[in-house]
């Protein structure tokens, strides 16, 4: 015996079975979807720029203001300490003296004391809501650029063949670092600087570790090359 559904309830039945299949492809398009469309890019803040730049600048002129100032007395009266002399291994005078201390042929505390203030004023011009064109910021990020690898070079310097450290100097290294790589990052999320996306994003979105990474390899490199020497600092 067969039992007979009633017309009404196929009917029900067929448009519910229809209406699952549309729920299904709806859902299957909006995969689709979101398979294309990219998740939006941090943009670095101009704000937050303009007092990174600033503040950066003055430290790094600060620092290489006293070193330039150390230099001149030095030259005046070589029997002359240095304030930030204080031991064999601390020490200003044994770097500025060398001749990684003058690579370009005058002390190398000038050239800081010259470009530091570019650095200050593109913080104050970010800060007064001006933006520099195009063509300004790949200038300044390449001069951050040379500071970065100068300065990196001259840690090398200082730490392997020269055998001290200069207190003023490192304070234009942490004042450098961090201008080099949110300059890049900055220019990166402007645009200014072509790069492919995701390395646009891993660069803006990682400044901060970038910079802690870099300095804390520094402090890194600097501890063990001293490891055994740290008894003559105290």
């Known amino acids: 015996?067969?039992?007979?559904?009633?017309?009404?309830?196929?009917?029900?039945?067929?448009?519910?079975?229809?209406?699952?299949d549309a729920v299904d492809d709806d859902v299957d398009d909006d995969d689709e979807l979101l398979g294309?469309?990219?998740?939006?890019?941090?943009?670095?803040?101009?704000?937050?720029?303009?007092?990174?730049?600033?503040?950066?600048?003055?430290?790094?002129?600060?620092?290489?203001?006293?070193l330039a100032i150390e230099r001149i007395l030095l030259l005046e009266d070589p029997g002359h300490t240095p304030s930030c002399s204080f031991n064999p291994i601390v020490t200003c005078g044994t770097v500025m003296q060398s001749w990684q201390g003058e690579l370009f042929g005058f002390?190398?505390?000038?050239?800081?004391?010259?470009?530091?203030?570019?650095?200050?004023t593109f913080g104050v011009m970010l800060l007064?809501?001006?933006?520099?064109?195009?063509?300004?910021?790949?200038?300044?990020?390449?001069?951050?650029?040379?500071?970065?690898a100068l300065?990196?070079?001259?840690?090398?310097?200082?730490?392997?063949?020269?055998?001290?450290?200069?207190?003023?100097?490192?304070?234009?290294?942490?004042?450098?670092?961090?201008?080099?790589?949110y300059t890049t990052g900055y220019v990166l999320s402007e645009r200014h600087l072509p790069a492919p996306a995701g390395l646009r994003r891993a660069v803006v979105e990682n400044r901060s570790l970038i910079t802690i990474v870099w300095l804390l390899g520094i402090a890194i490199f600097i501890t063990v090359e001293f490891w055994d020497r740290w008894h003559l600092v105290f």
């Open 128 to 148: 007064a809501g001006l933006r520099p064109p195009r063509w300004m910021w790949l200038a300044f990020w390449g001069g951050t650029a040379f500071g970065a």
């Open 151 to 181: 300065v990196t070079w001259l840690f090398t310097q200082s730490v392997y063949v020269i055998g001290a450290l200069c207190p003023y100097c490192m304070v234009v290294w942490v004042a450098m670092i961090p201008t080099f790589v």
């Open 107 to 120: 002390p190398n505390p000038f050239l800081g004391v010259a470009t530091f203030p570019v650095v200050m």
């Open 36 to 66: 294309e469309v990219n998740l939006p890019e941090q943009r670095a803040s101009a704000r937050a720029m303009g007092w990174l730049l600033l503040i950066a600048g003055i430290i790094g002129l600060a620092g290489s203001a006293a």
């Open 1 to 20: 015996m067969t039992t007979q559904i009633p017309a009404d309830s196929q009917a029900e039945e067929k448009e519910l079975l229809d209406r699952d």
